[in-house]
């Protein structure tokens, strides 16, 4: 008996059982390996490129909020322009589309490095393209891979992918870019990100297409049941008030501890952190989260955000601040899965939506960025000053009441058109 290989097969059950592999099909699967691919260089670009703006610019921390606004506006364009074109490009051919527009994101950047303040906008052009039509791909794909039953340990294995790949590559790349002189570790991890999406596209080979439900874009269809459908309009709001402190959040934290130490190291020691913290929360979200719990869960985790926030006030330094960035993370990994799987439930919930899905998630992407961006304007409003960006962070903490109280009222609205379709079946 090979007690070694035993051990190993033990192990690797364990972890299947863990993550809740053994509930996903095979298509699930391959949809998981080719997000986490993706991650290794989305990661990079989310986290690196805002430190690459305050090098370049002398710290003009604007520079950093117009890029990402701009990238956010960008992603909503290629979401429906990837709905709009839906006859001929299904969700595979999006996904390979935002492929060739991130190769050539990096090119640039590895040749440009130093004039990035030059070059904002056709890199924030490239970027929130790319993500779009990606995004777009995935969440088709996602929908069509899990069903309502195991969609809530799907999106756990996809956000433990998301955590494992932010828990390391800010740590490496942190790394490489603070050992390496002037801005050659910059160019180092661009090029790496170049060899990740073509090992990502020799993944994409393992995807499952999957059968159009119409025949061309129907916006106008769409647009009508979103104006017209309680639970559309419920969604809708939800995504916005969701993106308004989702968007911010994800890169604001570390740029305001890199105005305060100045060292790529530590913010990728910050973001290896928060990664362990996102693991752990994706797990626990896949164990205990219900969708009759969603909304009481997002409630009780935008009040303990709100009192954890609220001790920057009294101590802004580079501890409490990596601190907060993990109880960030863990707490907000409740609130943002739970609107996605909201969502997710939603754009399955009757053949009429599911016809028009890729419409309608190209209106939940225009709602969700409208979000991110009125969070960036919000940011701007207050005092360029470290306690000035805590007032702003807890404004747009509190405002997550909101998306707890909209969970609760789509569960409600759901319970009710599911309990008369029973009547009259």
């Not at 990606?134 to 294995?157: D, E, F, K, P």
């Not at 409490?320 to 943002?336: C, G, H, P, Q, R």
């Amino acid at each position: 008996m090979n007690i070694p290989i035993l051990f190993i097969k033990g192990v690797k059950r364990k972890v299947l059982d863990a993550l809740g592999l053994e509930m996903m099909g095979e298509k699930f699967k391959a949809l998981a390996l080719n997000y986490l691919i993706f991650m290794i260089y989305f990661t990079l670009e989310s986290v690196f490129i805002n430190t690459l703006l305050l090098r370049v610019s002398g710290g003009d921390i604007s520079a950093v909020l117009i890029y990402r606004a701009l990238t956010f506006a960008f992603s909503a364009v290629a979401m429906n322009l990837a709905s709009a074109f839906s006859r001929k490009l299904d969700a595979i051919r999006v996904i390979k589309l935002a492929s060739i527009l991130y190769v050539i994101m990096f090119a640039i950047l590895l040749v440009g490095t130093e004039s990035l303040t030059l070059i904002i906008f056709v890199i924030s052009a490239l970027s929130g393209m790319a993500g779009g039509f990606y995004w777009a791909g995935h969440i088709v794909l996602l929908t069509n891979y899990t069903t309502q039953s195991n969609r809530a340990v799907g999106i756990a294995i996809i956000t433990v992918s998301q955590g494992a790949m932010a828990l390391l590559m800010p740590l490496i790349s942190g790394t490489v870019i603070g050992f390496l002189p002037e801005m050659a570790g910059y160019r180092v991890m661009f090029g790496l990100a170049i060899v990740a999406i073509f090992v990502q596209a020799l993944s994409m080979r393992k995807l499952t297409p999957v059968a159009a439900e119409h025949k061309k874009s129907e916006f106008g269809r769409a647009f009508k049941l979103c104006v017209g459908r309680v639970i559309l309009r419920v969604m809708l709001f939800l995504e916005y008030f969701r993106g308004m402190r989702d968007g911010v959040f994800a890169f604001f934290l570390n740029i305001v501890l890199f105005e305060i130490v100045n060292s790529e190291s530590l913010v990728g020691f910050n973001s290896f952190l928060a990664g362990i913290a996102s693991i752990a929360a994706a797990w626990l979200y896949g164990k205990v989260i219900t969708p009759r719990n969603r909304g009481q869960v997002a409630a009780i985790c935008v009040s303990a955000l709100l009192v954890f926030c609220s001790i920057l006030l009294f101590a802004l330094n580079p501890v409490t601040i990596i601190l907060f960035s993990v109880v960030n993370v863990f707490l907000a990994m409740f609130i943002n899965n739970s609107a996605m799987n909201n969502s997710f439930d939603i754009f399955g919930l009757n053949e009429e939506h599911r016809s028009v899905m890729t419409e309608i998630i190209g209106f939940r992407e225009i709602a969700l960025v409208s979000g991110r961006i009125s969070g960036i304007v919000i940011v701007s409003l207050f005092p360029a000053t470290l306690r000035g960006y805590v007032y702003a962070m807890l404004t747009l903490t509190a405002a997550q009441y909101l998306v707890a109280i909209l969970l609760y009222l789509s569960r409600q609205v759901i319970d009710k058109q599911q309990a008369m379709e029973a009547e009259n079946a």
